[in-house]
């Protein structure tokens, strides 16, 4: 019987480096200000995203984002309570009828994750 051994195989609870990430920020501000969201269960997480398709196809086109690697947005967060980093999330929740949302019959919205919070700010 011959076992053959991966050393450069990563065990499945270690972290990889998700490499240059598109951080959304706040728009309209002097400063860059990087938004947190929360987790269904309430914890305070920084999101990223590998590209910035993803990111526009999770928040919408347009929407303001800066790079930074996975070690610089894990610094920024941590002071203020974001011990979390969610890569490539996906809104789960269903679009919200339009009479529901008090919007146009017949045209609905697409949810957005929690209301951002400051957690850095750089001129």
């Known amino acids: 019987m011959c076992l053959f051994q991966y050393e450069d195989d990563p065990e ?14 706040l728009p309209g501000r002097a400063e860059v200000v990087v938004r947190l969201f929360r987790t269904p269960l309430g914890a305070r ?4 995203f590998t590209s ?3 990111l526009a196809a999770t928040l919408g086109a347009g929407h303001s984002w800066i790079r930074l690697s996975e070690s610089a947005l894990r ?11 969610t890569v490539d999330p996906t809104l789960t929740a269903p679009a919200v009828s ?26």
């Open 45 to 48: 997480t920084a999101v990223g």
């Open 75 to 85: 610094t920024m967060a941590e002071p203020v309570g974001a011990s979390l980093l």
């Open 98 to 123: 339009g009479t529901a949302a008090g919007t146009a019959a017949g045209t609905a919205t697409t949810p957005v994750p929690q209301a951002p919070e400051t957690v850095a700010r750089t001129a």
């Open 12 to 25: 499945p609870e270690e972290r990889v480096p998700a490499g240059p990430l598109y951080v959304p920020v």
């Open 52 to 54: 910035a398709e993803r």
